[in-house]
């Protein structure tokens, strides 16, 4: 069985995101980008799959601009076996994302696709439910526990209050969620083979999957400053200043 796993070039989880300068959008230039950290444990997750026996080859796809290479060699190194590049300088917004993959999941045919619940940057939580529509196969998102068993597998889900455990037969997909797994850092040998791995480029035009837009961002702000703390002299001064000043008592 083959496993697709997407990873996705987001901004650093430890960088600030700043308002680029005309408010349509997250300034990218000169920051440090990463993979989506849900993405490293769909990776770390069909790395494990495989070596129990129950997969033979991991595929890390990426959709973007030409760096996303970065992205896929930095799953490669991890353990992935070969990636695929799917590149274009132009938006991608979920659908076009799950379009793609389709496309791909055809050429390739996977036993099982894992994506990240949701990428730190648009924050969509789409992408993994609109491939799973796309392809007509079932889906076990928000991940916290995967067991294959011969053409099904058992997926404990994180949900409101509790966990969930479902049934779904393979072919099928994957959201992950934190609680997964804790993902292996790459080691340094690694790293160097993985310059040697095989990275396909190809084209949305070449996958024949319309890329565009359906929403238009209007504006994007950054959040109101907050104002700074106040020290009260006594409980009774803090009880007239919520009354009074903050007219919440
Ligand atoms: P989203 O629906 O945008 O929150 O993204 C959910 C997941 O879809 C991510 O965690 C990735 O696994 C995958 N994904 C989204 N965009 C891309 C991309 N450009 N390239 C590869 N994978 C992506």
């Not at 000169?30 to 990776?43: H, L, R, T, Y």
């Amino acid at each position: 069985m083959k496993i697709l796993v997407a990873v996705k070039r987001v901004l650093d989880y430890n960088v600030k995101a700043r308002v680029n300068a005309d408010g349509t959008g997250i300034d990218l230039a000169n920051v440090k980008m990463s993979m989506n950290p849900f993405d490293e444990i769909a990776v770390e997750e069909a790395l494990r799959i495989k070596e129990a026996g129950k997969a033979d080859e991991v595929i890390a796809v990426s959709m973007g601009v030409k760096q996303s290479q970065e992205t896929i060699r930095t799953a490669l190194a991890m353990g992935a076996d070969r990636g695929i590049l799917v590149e274009t300088d132009n938006e991608l917004q979920p659908l076009a994302i799950a379009k793609l993959l389709a496309a791909i999941a055809a050429r390739e045919e996977p036993g099982l696709v894992i994506v990240g619940k949701q990428a730190i940057d648009d924050d969509s939580n789409q992408t993994g439910q609109m491939f799973a529509a796309l392809m007509d196969w079932p889906q076990a998102t928000f991940a916290s526990k995967v067991d294959i068993d011969g053409d099904s597998m058992k997926v404990t889900r994180e949900v409101d209050g509790g966990l969930e455990s479902i049934q779904v037969s393979l072919p099928a997909l994957i959201t992950t969620d934190l609680r997964l797994n804790e993902p292996r850092y790459a080691k340094l040998p690694n790293i160097m083979k993985a310059k040697k791995k095989q990275l396909d480029v190809l084209t949305p035009e070449e996958l024949e999957v319309d890329i565009s837009p359906r929403l238009v961002t209007v504006k994007v702000e950054e959040p109101p400053t907050r104002k700074a703390g106040e020290i009260v002299g006594s409980v009774a001064e803090l009880v007239d200043k919520l009354r009074n000043e903050a007219k919440v008592i």
